[in-house]
């Protein structure tokens, strides 16, 4: 049995080299010049797209950034001369997560198509203005939750969907980094929507929400930070059809955890070792005693590589655009709009709110 199933699984496997149809038809601007925007241009430079310009508050800081990507063509000092170069074809907005909304509105207004890092916004009710805004304009948006782009993500979902592992019972997934405490930092800044829950805990909610959809009940725990932002949480979420699954997830500022994911179902179980997030391996076991190792090509990355796999869910715009679509099917507008709904759920319950918010 364990060969028929190995079978099945090589039979559809997804690509785990740089994808061959990300092409540089597509000029991007970047807006925004920290640590993940220069992942994602390393990425999307070596799978063969084009970065043609970078944004940036100061001219200095955009300069430097382009100093380092040979093939960008244009530094901006300000995100206004980024959105106005009709060359641009598409941005992606990098910036910290309390400005997302503001530079999403913009770009909009200047009619250009959009992959919004995660988390989204900083709430539901700014995500729907600017999803609102987009489907007005007849935009591209996608939120940039690179994970669902990833080889052994897509083809898990692809197995619990075919019901290789039956009906889901349970999924379980954490993600916690040590980060030193500085109230400056991005998160521990309320000022930049700061805290674990949009930085972190976006990970496995979005994750458990791509394969459960949305919980019919929440409850969270947690504790916070000097600066009133969340530091340590865990949450559980129950849903009410099927077996009454549940996701039981953790995720924090202040202890390093395995960051490691399982879904367990009524013929198996998958689980996803350290970090199911990023490129990695998975092992299905299945209840007659069989098992499949699926081993991923892991890519070791580095300060000028950043995060292997970025260029997945560039390429996903780029389909999407030359497709004529407004949104992905793997990243659609409603899940977006379900995950930041959630996350303020989770918040109103953990007792903290970011800088002139109400929710």
């Known amino acids: 049995m364990e060969q028929v199933k190995k079978e099945f699984l090589l039979s559809r496997s997804y690509p785990e080299e740089y994808d ?32 043609y310009a970078v944004g940036s508050r100061t001219l200095d800081k955009a300069e430097d950034f382009k100093g380092k990507f040979k093939d960008i063509e244009k530094a901006y000092g300000s995100y206004k001369e980024l959105m106005e170069d009709p060359d641009v074809d598409v941005i992606y907005i990098a910036t910290p997560h309390a400005q997302h909304y503001q530079w999403a509105m913009e770009c909009l207004k200047h009619n250009k198509p959009l992959l919004v890092e995660k988390a989204f916004t900083q709430n539901y009710k700014q995500a729907k203005e600017v999803l609102d805004l987009a489907k007005e304009k007849n935009l591209f948006v996608m939120e940039a939750y690179w994970t669902r ?3 052994h993500i897509l083809k898990i979902k692809e197995l619990v969907d075919k019901g290789e592992i039956g009906d889901i019972v349970q999924i379980i997934a954490d993600h916690g980094v040590c980060f030193p405490y500085d109230p400056k930092h991005r998160l521990y800044a309320n000022d930049l929507a700061g805290g674990a829950l ?5 990970y496995p909610i979005s994750f458990t929400q791509f394969f459960l959809g949305n919980p019919s009940k929440i409850m969270a725990m947690g504790s916070s930070s000097p600066t009133g932002v969340d530091s340590n949480d865990a949450v559980i979420f129950g849903y009410e059809e099927g077996h009454g699954a549940i996701a039981s997830l953790s995720f924090g500022s202040l202890a390093a955890s395995p960051v490691t994911a399982a879904i367990c179902g009524t013929k198996g179980k998958i689980e996803i070792k350290n970090q199911f997030y990023r490129p990695s391996d998975f092992i299905v076991y299945y209840n007659d005693g069989s098992t499949f190792n699926y081993v991923s090509n892991k890519h070791e990355y580095d300060e ?6 970025m260029h997945f869910e560039a390429a996903e715009v780029q389909r999407c ?6 949104e992905s099917d793997i990243m659609p507008w409603k899940d977006t709009l379900s995950v930041m709904k959630i996350m303020d759920d989770i918040r109103r319950q953990l007792d903290f709110t970011y800088e002139g918010e109400t929710l």
């Open 20 to 51: 061959d149809s990300m092409s540089a038809d597509y000029k991007w601007g970047i807006l925004g010049t920290g640590w993940i925007a220069s992942c994602f241009t390393a990425q999307v430079i070596k799978a063969g797209g084009k970065v």
């Open 149 to 151: 782009f990833l080889p």
């Open 198 to 202: 949009l930085d972190l805990g976006v």
């Open 304 to 309: 000028a590589d950043g995060l292997y796999g």
């Open 321 to 326: 655009l030359k497709e004529g679509k407004l």
